[in-house]
């Protein structure tokens, strides 16, 4: 599960054109298109535009570049040609690239028009529970470290932390050792070590943790129907700290 120099720059090239995909949905009119158009326009800019592979099409019989996940919709969701994105939803876009061999995976959460402030404020909690986590990161720290630090702000906001999905090493293949929880205890879990790559990418729920898996056996939504909101980097440990090889220009300021 160690990256050697080499390996790291690769796969940050990788986080580096990933980047540019959601920096395009940044400029993209969302409302009044289906997630199937959204798939599609994410499938044509990483082929055409990127020269880079779309990871998720075809990995474990998924037929589709991204996953579109919508207001409870926790993750995984299908695109569709019905689903509609309008005025006031959430939606995770999670997207995964491959280039040269190695592979980058970075999700956000998009406002859809005019959002409810209780759903604003879910995606914002979300999106710095996830950062919570990236700054625990550096070498000799635990895994246990960054659930932890996840967990605390989640409930400190009073939400709940989805346990049944987590982040995962990742390189040339898509999921790698180690699990990355999203909950967890201080010191406990394994010891970081530089080279290290991975992903962090915490699910927070309005509502209860409990979830269920649509029939269409990939979709997983709340149990209670609350929202759900989720972000993602892909991050490596260095001898420093934390390297966000997913990083977005507008996010320069967050580390």
Same mark, same amino acid.
């Given at each position: 599960?160690?990256?050697? *120099?080499?390996?790291?720059?690769?796969?940050?090239?990788?986080? @580096?054109? =990933?980047?540019?995909? $959601?920096?395009?949905?940044?400029?993209?009119?969302?409302?009044?298109?289906?997630?199937?158009?959204?798939?599609?326009?994410?499938?044509?800019?990483?082929?055409?535009?990127?020269?880079? @592979?779309?990871?998720?099409?075809?990995?474990?019989?998924?037929? $589709? /570049?991204?996953?579109?996940?919508?207001?409870?919709? &926790?993750?995984?969701? /299908? *695109?569709?040609?019905?689903?509609? =994105?309008?005025?006031?939803?959430?939606?995770?876009?999670?997207?995964?690239?491959?280039?040269?061999?190695?592979?980058?995976?970075?999700?956000?959460?998009?406002?859809?028009?005019? &959002?409810?402030?209780?759903?604003? @404020?879910?995606?914002?909690?979300?999106?710095?529970?996830?950062?919570?986590?990236?700054?625990?990161?550096? *070498?000799?720290?635990?895994?246990?470290?960054?659930?932890?630090?996840?967990?605390?702000?989640?409930?400190?906001?009073?939400?709940?932390?989805? +346990?049944?999905?987590?982040?995962?090493?990742?390189?040339?293949?898509?999921?790698?050792?180690?699990?990355?929880?999203?909950?967890?205890?201080?010191?406990?879990?394994? @010891?970081? +070590?530089?080279?290290?790559? $991975? %992903?962090?990418?915490?699910?927070?729920?309005?509502?209860?943790?409990? /979830? +269920?898996?649509? !029939?269409?056996?990939?979709?997983? /939504?709340?149990?209670?129907?609350? =929202?759900? !909101?989720? $972000?993602?980097?892909?991050?490596?440990?260095?001898?420093?700290?934390?390297?966000?090889? %997913?990083?977005?220009?507008?996010?320069?300021?967050?580390?």
């Amino acid at each position: 599960m160690i990256k050697h *120099p080499g390996q790291v720059a690769l796969m940050a090239e990788s986080g @580096r054109l =990933l980047a540019s995909v $959601f920096q395009m949905l940044d400029t993209t009119e969302l409302v009044g298109m289906s997630t199937l158009q959204v798939d599609a326009l994410v499938e044509q800019f990483i082929v055409e535009v990127l020269k880079a @592979r779309p990871a998720s099409k075809g990995q474990y019989g998924y037929g $589709f /570049v991204l996953n579109c996940s919508v207001n409870e919709e &926790v993750c995984h969701g /299908v *695109p569709s040609s019905s689903r509609i =994105l309008q005025d006031g939803d959430i939606v995770n876009l999670d997207i995964t690239l491959e280039k040269n061999g190695y592979i980058a995976d970075s999700s956000k959460t998009y406002l859809i028009g005019n &959002v409810s402030s209780a759903a604003q @404020r879910l995606v914002r909690v979300t999106y710095e529970a996830m950062w919570q986590g990236i700054r625990a990161v550096r *070498p000799g720290a635990h895994l246990g470290d960054i659930g932890a630090a996840i967990e605390c702000y989640a409930k400190r906001h009073r939400y709940s932390v989805v +346990r049944e999905y987590c982040g995962h090493g990742i390189g040339q293949q898509m999921h790698e050792a180690p699990q990355v929880l999203h909950f967890g205890k201080p010191g406990t879990g394994l @010891r970081l +070590r530089e080279g290290m790559v $991975f %992903t962090i990418e915490p699910m927070l729920n309005q509502g209860t943790s409990h /979830v +269920r898996t649509e !029939a269409d056996g990939w979709t997983v /939504v709340t149990r209670d129907g609350a =929202l759900s !909101a989720q $972000f993602e980097h892909t991050v490596a440990v260095t001898a420093s700290g934390v390297s966000v090889l %997913t990083l977005r220009s507008d996010e320069a300021s967050m580390l």
